[in-house]
């Protein structure tokens, strides 16, 4: 098996966790190689491909690409960029998955970017001091999905403890409430945008387990649209599958007697036949009707 089928094979019988995996890098390094092939071909893209996929705050501009709040948190350009997301989403995407299914993992992913995406274009079009940087600001990365998973985990199995090197073992809540913290204090910074982002996942994954304590999961709608997406690209059976329909009491009796009458036909022409060639004359077939409806 070559390393292309290795990797088909893993991606198809991968968990959520893998395939989100996949499709991270997979992006990057086609973004990456694009990139390469315009540099090597002194070729100016019409248009920045960074650009079509990652999130712009101006309204204007999102209205025309409005595939961007999902393709953002796919999304990476800088390789620890990448690196730390990644290593984040599968250190805490596996603590999720020991206490929830691949659905939630994914709904809490794609709906704690979104989350992510609303709170950062929001408050960069209504906070005065991100008025100059509107027009021209956009984000990208899995960062804000990632938190919703941290927060998500956290809130649910607080005390979970992990071993984290320098500092020994951790319990679950201390790792959130730092990285709310340190994402708060942030804003301030160079990033503002990627710190908000940040803390619209973090809501969306504390909100998430809230509810799911109440009874109430609150991505239900959200799993049953994205089945509806998945059934599309599913392949489907090459033959026909057809259920009968279960048969009523009356039908059912209506064909019990069919079948009695149809028997009692056939026993009346081997009686018949014994009257006039006598026993003998039957087949093996007749006669084994004939002893069967005898006893």
Not at 26 to 39: D, T, Y
Not at 114 to 133: E, K, R, T
Not at 199 to 208: D, I, R, T, V
Request: charge should be positive.
């Amino acid at each position: 098996m070559s390393v292309i089928d290795e990797i088909k094979s893993s991606f198809k019988s991968g968990s959520a966790l893998i395939k989100l995996l996949y499709i991270n890098i997979a992006v990057f390094l086609a973004v990456k190689i694009i990139g390469v092939i315009f540099f090597l071909l002194s070729v100016s893209p019409t248009f920045s491909l960074v650009s079509w996929l990652a999130v712009p705050t101006d309204l204007h501009n999102l209205i025309f690409k409005p595939w961007t709040i999902f393709t953002y948190m796919f999304l990476h350009q800088e390789f620890l960029h990448i690196l730390f997301n990644m290593l984040w989403l599968y250190w805490f995407g596996q603590i999720f998955l020991s206490y929830f299914d691949d659905k939630k993992l994914l709904s809490v992913y794609l709906i704690g970017g979104l989350a992510g995406a609303f709170l950062y274009i929001l408050s960069f079009n209504i906070f005065p001091v991100f008025n100059q940087s509107l027009p021209i600001s956009y984000a990208l990365g899995a960062s804000a999905s990632v938190i919703a998973i941290v927060v998500a985990t956290s809130v649910y199995a607080p005390t979970h403890t992990i071993h984290l090197m320098f500092f020994g073992p951790v319990q679950l809540k201390y790792i959130a409430i730092v990285t709310i913290i340190i994402d708060i204090l942030s804003i301030a910074s160079s990033n503002s945008g990627g710190h908000i982002a940040h803390l619209g996942g973090a809501l969306f994954g504390y909100f998430y387990i809230v509810q799911l304590r109440k009874g109430k999961n609150i991505t239900k709608g959200f799993d049953h649209f994205m089945d509806k997406v998945f059934s599309i690209f599913k392949p489907r059976p090459k033959f026909k599958v057809s259920y009968k329909k279960p048969m009523s009491d009356v039908e059912r009796d209506i064909e019990y007697n069919k079948s009695k009458v149809e028997t009692q036909k056939k026993i009346d022409e081997i009686l018949d036949k014994i009257a006039k060639s006598g026993y003998d004359s039957l087949s093996k077939k007749e006669k084994e009707t004939l002893f069967k409806n005898n006893n």
